[in-house]
């Protein structure tokens, strides 16, 4: 499934919705119902034969059906679920607008192995980046890079707080060059770069908001991060924030771990390259996996839509022209007889309405799961890491 595909599924629904439903419902999910004989209420005197025939219960006579290349014997325009479940989560918007905020630090520069911490951080990062699905909206925070580690440089280190790339403007084609602009020197002032984060989010972003900070140690310059991420996580932005300490010792992980919960998030401990390599990693994949799932629903919604409406408007034409004729003719009863057809049909239309609302549903909690899905991928990690 393209990204393409996504957003034109998303579109089409926005455009069925606003052009003829004013429910925003969506198809049901219910196994293909089996072909339903005509009962009494469908029988209408003062018309022929051909009009009273409807095999699959539907209010719309076989002989429309037929003209339209669907088949009169069972209902073509309910879904069947074959979409499946996805991965269980709990939240996802087709947008997430996320802002990776990187620890530049001094001791970001110390090395595991070969490699410092901060190139492998950087690494990571660049794999998210060039990976991570168009509807995850990036961007980039760096803090520590300014000043030195000393106290001749904590001033203008804990002041040196930059938004490299705004909410939206980080990607494959640019992380490469935006990553490397900066390397670890200073000190660590999570709570004032929370506080600047605030500003990369505003009130006309749609979908979800999202902070993840990846840190080897804790505050440094005198803030409260915890407090600030309770505020953030409170705003009107309702923004979640979760961190991974990188390597990080067990007294800072604490308060790491602090941060992460006022700020509804989830803490993630990684101590090599792999573990944050798989952070990032497995949260791709289960995002990808859920929207799979939400968009093969959302496209069963377009589709019996579309074969409900062409199905419906047909039907109306046949049963109008009809009804003239037979007005023009002084056929009174048989023109009464019609506006009855018209009303079982546009009655059978309002229920299949109703019904499509199921459907609806289900895409909405599958679009939201791929979301939350990576805070759940993050506890079954800490699970994994105190086992």
Known sequence: MTLCAIWLSA??????????????????????????????????TGLDGEWQTDSDGNAIPDFIEKELGYDPAHEDCRPDSTCGEGIPGRDLDLRVNTLLMLDASGSMAARLGNVSKIDIAKMSLLKY??????????????????????????????????????????????????????????????????????????ADMKGRNRIIMVSDGIETCG??????????????????????????????????????????????????????????????????????AAICYAEAFNKTWLCDAAMVQKAFRVVNSERQAAQSAGNNDKAEALNEVRALIDKKHQERKKERKTVQEKWRKLSKDAFEINQKTLKAYGKLRRS
């Open 11 to 44: 579109a089409l629904c926005t455009a069925c919705k606003r052009n003829s439903e004013s429910d925003d419902g969506q198809a049901s999910a219910q196994q293909q119902k089996p072909t339903e004989q005509a009962d009494s209420e469908t029988t209408i």
């Open 223 to 292: 803030g409260d991060p915890v407090k600030v991420a309770r505020e953030l996580h409170n705003s009107g932005f309702a923004i979640t924030i979760d961190i991974v300490g990188f390597n990080v010792p067990g007294n800072d992980a604490r308060q790491l771990k602090k941060i992460a919960e006022a700020g509804g998030g989830i803490y993630f401990d990684a101590r090599t390259q792999s573990a944050l390599d798989t952070y990032f990693q497995e949260q791709n994949r289960a995002a990808a996996k859920t929207w799979e």
């Open 129 to 202: 980046a060039s990976s991570v699905p168009e509807s995850i909206r990036l961007g980039l925070l760096v803090y520590g890079h300014k000043g030195n580690n000393g106290q001749s440089g904590k001033a203008e280190s804990c002041a040196g707080i930059e938004i490299m790339a705004p909410i939206g403007s980080l990607g494959d084609s640019n992380a490469q060059t935006v990553i490397n602009r900066f390397s670890p020197t200073g000190w660590t002032p999570i709570g004032a770069s929370l506080e600047m984060a605030k500003q990369s989010f505003n």
